[in-house]
């Protein structure tokens, strides 16, 4: 049984005394504060707010305008005021008491026959012609108003003038210009998410891969084989880079001549599809001969270099026809804009792409290598490779940190980027090799899940409006540095939840692919992928969702998108302006949760 | 055809599943594979295609040794040795056809297979393979509308998709009703008769072991306790394999 003791009684106590204190520390530090609630400026402006913000201004309308003027003498003329012409029957008509008065004093102005329930200014025309606004007044429903104002200090010999202006609203509503500005900067948030949820998607999902502990685990190679691809990898990139480099200004020549151009284009698919079907055999049960293979790799190799080539041929295309469409399309032209810009980014793109899937390949050619010495070494040949490509691996690796910490810190010193990094790595290799000299595997897999998991949570951890303001910076103030902060941010958000679905994938269907013979790919592309498709359009849904709510602030700090408006028009108190905004987002927001629920519901 | 020797598994450094097991398997046998829950059924199977790799001893199939296979060889391994499973472990959410065609990804050129592409001769050799298992009708239909016992036979379908010369079955009829786990046990004994594939199977009810096994080996606590014709397995045999307590039960 539970018997209540006076131990346990007195740690309830305690709990209770300690909650009372955070809670009364939490008042103290946000600066709660009733007697400012309360006071009079305070609610007034409170409800003008409120009442500002419940008539969002979104409607405007064709004015009529009339003006009734009445003669005023300032100051009362010696000889008597002049006789105030009587009023037609039915037209609008003033009266002043006193008819005359000094400058200065308070009248009394009355309207009659006036359009009911209008609202206009009470001016007062000198000689000089300049009105000067005495009061606003607002008829009621009979058409009347009466309300007592300031003369101003304009003292003259001659008749002035006061004339009443009334304003009624004529036809149908027009939207206003802050209902259409408020349309094309909420648009531009919608398009801004869409951009950047896609962005993100595409580099999540590869990212989420090697985040998934499940899927990592398993994924071990020799010490020889990881210190080859870490040798490997910096090579393949530049390798890839000036490959790549070198076909771009090669297909400049071949982009002179239209004919040219087009001709490349529709040849160069062929190559490629031909190479590709000689090297890539749908089936074979044979291992076949290391010539073969060396001379399928070639015409691969052939084939990608045609492709890069290619890819650039299409950009340049893309961006030339683009550019050609743009002036001639009207107001279908930002289609041209969008190929052209499409054009210009895989042109700027292929560049760093190739560098990196060169890297790749590089990198796992080496690693096969690093595999079959591993195997095939023995005996001191064995250790000589273990130990010698360890050390060599962690040197360079210790050479990459520190060129890079170099470069971020701005030292110079080689004692701190060049020796003392490579000395550390060497260090550091040798103590894996020692580790593993035993013939025990490098968890290579496991070492990029927690390197990756470490990289996406500090990424995460900064808030989208954070990056947005050092992509401000970089890319300058506009919707483009909203769309990559949040594009960046939700990469680290999408890769954890991504990941986390693939964890929770069944296993089964992951081992009975496994047992078939299938390389990690396939098993990915056939066990992992068809498990984790529902959950992952639910999640990229649920991330556009995100983005629309995150980009209608973001342009508080400058990222485009209606943010910016809004903030406008709460900097310049127009709180009917701000609300049409507010007004808006809430529609976006709704309407995206509602439609993101029924398509996640739809993809399960 | 499959020798293991000596092989023991020893999960995180403290659970000993399996230890130090030794057995041949001719070409062409029908092996049940018995014992309590927990006495390492599971482990040895995944050992022989080393889903799991064992901690020590060493597997041999057809002259190449498993247990010292590098990663092209183990697929090369892996894909003549199908595997059934007591959950079926199909991909639900992908066709009937697609599951069993994916029995042919050991063999097919893995650049054309992340495309979804294989060769027209597979796919009509997976249709043959469904026509087998009575279900040449389901092919089209997404893997999880299909009932238990059919889900078992896609299974099956799968596994001889990669012309294996050895089928492992894991508990294959486990989950199913007595009637479904003859027509299972019958399409299995049906493959290892007419195909000559050999088969290693593990059961839990000895009355399936004596229908349609020709040898059994009995695991208790990872050890080989009986390596026999079923019928040798007399009351004396029973408690040795189940221990005392399963008489009570039983
Ligand atoms: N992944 C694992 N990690 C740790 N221990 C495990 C793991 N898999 C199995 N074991 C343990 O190894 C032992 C043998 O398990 P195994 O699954 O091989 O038994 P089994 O004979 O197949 O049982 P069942 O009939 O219930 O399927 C059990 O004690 C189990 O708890
Ligand atoms: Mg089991």
Redesign the interface.
């Known amino acids: 049984m539970n018997k209540a003791s006076p131990l346990k009684s007195l740690r309830l106590g305690l709990f209770v005394l300690a909650a009372l204190v955070i809670y009364a520390y939490g008042f103290q530090v946000t600066d709660v504060n009733l007697d400012e609630i309360q006071s009079e400026t305070r609610q007034t402006r409170l409800a003008r707010i409120i009442r500002a913000l419940f008539r969002p201004d979104l409607f405007e309308y064709e004015h009529e305008e009339f003006q009734v003027n009445t003669p005023i003498s300032v100051p009362c003329p010696a000889g008597g005021v002049l006789p105030t012409p009587r009023p037609t029957a039915g037209e609008p008509y003033l009266v002043l008491t006193p008819p005359c008065a000094d400058p200065r004093a308070e009248v009394t102005v009355e309207g009659f026959n006036f359009e009911p329930n209008t609202v206009g200014p009470l001016n007062f025309i000198p000689p000089s012609g300049v009105s000067l606004t005495m009061a606003n007044v607002e008829t009621d429903s009979d058409g009347h108003f009466a309300i007592s104002a300031r003369l101003p200090n304009r003292p003259s010999e001659e008749v002035q003038t006061i004339r009443a202006i009334t304003r009624r609203n004529v036809g149908a509503p027009m939207w206003s210009q802050n209902a259409r500005d408020t349309w094309s900067k909420i648009i531009e948030t919608v398009f801004l998410a869409l951009l950047a949820t896609t962005l993100a998607t595409i580099l999540a999902v590869p990212i989420s891969f090697f985040a998934a502990r499940n899927l990592m685990r398993d994924v071990t190679t020799s010490l020889a084989s990881t210190a080859l691809a870490i040798l490997a990898w910096p090579a393949g990139i530049l390798i890839g880079a000036s490959v790549a480099g070198w076909v771009g200004q090669a297909s400049r020549m071949l982009t002179a001549s239209l004919a040219i151009h087009v001709g490349a284009i529709i040849v160069g698919p062929l190559l490629i599809w031909g190479a590709a079907r000689w090297a890539?055999?749908?089936?074979?049960?044979r291992?076949p001969t290391i010539w073969l293979r060396l001379a399928r790799q070639a015409a691969l190799l052939v084939a990608v270099v045609i492709s890069v080539l290619a890819l650039f041929l299409v950009a340049q295309l893309a961006s030339d026809l683009g550019a050609a469409l743009r002036d001639r399309l009207g107001a279908l032209g930002f289609l041209g804009e969008f190929f052209a810009d499409l054009g210009d980014i895989v042109s700027l793109l292929i560049v760093p792409i190739a560098a990196l899937a060169a890297g790749a390949v590089v990198g796992s050619l080496a690693s096969r290598l690093g595999?079959m010495l591993n195997?095939h070494a023995s005996g001191g040949l064995w250790y000589t490779l273990h130990f010698g490509l360890g050390i060599l691996g962690g040197t360079v690796l210790g050479l990459l940190i520190g060129g890079a910490i170099g470069w971020l810190y701005e030292i110079s010193d080689p004692v701190f980027t060049r020796a003392l990094p490579a000395a550390l790595g060497g260090l550091g290799g040798l103590a894996l090799a020692v580790r593993t000299h035993a013939g025990r595997p490098v968890a290579i897999g496991l070492t990029i899940y927690y390197l990756t998991r470490t990289i996406l949570n500090a990424l995460r951890s900064i808030e989208a409006l954070i990056v947005a303001l050092v992509m401000v910076v970089w890319v300058g103030l506009g919707p483009f540095a909203g769309a990559l902060a949040l594009a960046l941010h939700s990469i680290a958000a999408g890769s954890k939840l991504y990941s986390e679905q693939v964890e929770s994938i069944?296993p089964?269907?992951l081992?009975?692919?496994?047992?078939?013979?299938?390389?990690r790919?396939?098993t990915i592309?056939?066990?992992v992928i068809?498990?984790i498709?529902?959950p992952y359009i639910s999640f990229t849904m649920y991330r556009w969702d995100i983005n629309v709510r995150m980009s209608t602030i973001i342009g508080f700090v400058g990222g485009g998108g209606i943010g910016f408006l809004l903030q406008q028009n709460m900097n310049l108190l127009d709180y009917r302006g701000a609300s049409a905004q507010i007004l808006a987002i809430a529609i976006v927001v709704a309407t995206m949760d509602y439609i993101s629920s029924r398509l996640r519901e739809r993809a399960i | 055809m499959l020798s293991v020797q000596h092989v023991t598994k020893v999960y995180d450094g403290t659970v000993r599943a399996l230890e130090d097991v030794t057995f041949d398997v001719s070409k062409g046998q029908f092996l049940a594979v018995i014992g309590l829950s927990g006495s390492g059924k599971s482990t040895l199977l995944r050992c022989i295609n080393r889903l799991i790799d064992p901690t020590a001893g060493r597997i041999v199939f057809d002259g190449v040794d498993v247990t010292a296979a590098n990663e092209a060889e183990l697929r090369r391994i892996r894909r003549r040795i199908g595997m059934v499973f007591q959950h079926f472990n199909l991909v639900h959410r992908s066709s009937v056809l697609t599951n069993v065609l994916s029995g042919r990804l050991g063999y097919v050129n893995p650049a054309l297979s992340i495309i979804n592409r294989f060769p027209a001769e597979d796919v009509h050799k997976a249709r043959l393979q469904l026509e087998r298992v009575g279900l040449a009708d389901k092919a089209s239909n997404r893997a999880d509308e299909l009932s238990g016992g059919q889900q078992q036979r896609v299974g099956i379908a799968r596994a001889l998709m990669q012309d294996p010369d050895m089928i492992l079955a894991d508990e294959p009829v486990a989950s199913l009703d007595p009637v479904l786990a003859h027509s299972i046990m019958q399409y299995l004994e049906q493959i290892n008769h007419e195909d000559g594939v050999t088969v290693l199977c593990s059961l839990h009810f000895l009355d399936l072991v004596h229908r349609y096994a020709n040898r059994a080996i009995a695991l208790n606590q990872g050890r080989l306790v009986f390596d026999g014709p079923p019928d040798e397995i007399d009351d004396q045999r029973f408690k040795e394999i189940y221990g005392k307590e399963a008489e009570r039960v039983g």
Request: without cysteine; hydrophobic residues 35%; proline residues 17%.
């Open positions: 890539v055999p749908p089936e074979e049960r291992v595999q195997e069944m089964g269907p081992e009975a692919i496994k047992a078939t013979g299938a390389t790919l396939q592309i056939y066990a068809p498990q498709i529902p």
